[in-house]
């Protein structure tokens, strides 16, 4: 077992096929600790953007699909608190019910199909994607155009 850094936001991931299954959509991980076969935990370095998905059944079916798109904190800087991850983090993104999780994860694969890794997409895109599902409308598309203009504000701020 390693030993994950303390100033690291850590995530609980839990995966009993068809019960409970908790797991990352995207991410960079800085490590990675596993406690038994149904349970690990990942690690990742604060300003770091995830994706974690959550999804739970009883006998009579689906009782929870949540994914909440989250920023990784720096020590003493504010968090919300969110279920598995600890501390918490800077939520971008959250959505319960499997069709708007389907939608996100939809967006997602989107931005992956133009070959930009969703973890580099700033945090203003997640949020305006969850404030645009909130008011029930479609959100605009994440494109190169838009990325490369992120890029280099993003130089400019340095």
């Known amino acids: ?11 609980e991931l839990v995966w009993i096929e068809k019960q409970i299954e908790h797991w990352l959509r995207f991410g960079r991980q800085a490590g990675e600790r596993i406690i038994d076969r149904h349970r690990r935990i990942v690690s990742f370095a ?8 959550r999804w739970q059944s009883n006998d009579y079916g689906t009782i929870l699909s949540r994914i909440d798109i989250v920023r990784a904190v720096e020590p ?3 968090y919300q608190t969110l279920p598995f991850v ?4 800077d939520i971008l993104l959250h959505v319960e019910g ?3 999780v389907e939608r996100v994860l939809q967006a997602i694969d989107a931005i992956d199909a133009i070959d930009i890794d969703p973890a ?9 994607v969850h404030n645009r599902m909130a008011a029930r409308l479609e959100s605009r598309p994440y494109t190169p155009a838009r990325h490369t203009a992120f890029l280099k504000r993003r130089r400019v701020g340095r």
């Open 1 to 11: 077992m390693t030993a994950l850094p303390a100033n690291h936001s850590q995530v």
């Open 98 to 100: 499997w069709p708007k």
């Open 120 to 128: 580099d997409v700033p945090p203003d895109y997640w949020r305006h």
């Open 46 to 53: 604060p300003g770091c953007v995830f994706a974690f998905v």
């Open 86 to 89: 600890r501390p918490g983090g």
């Open 76 to 78: 003493r800087e504010a």
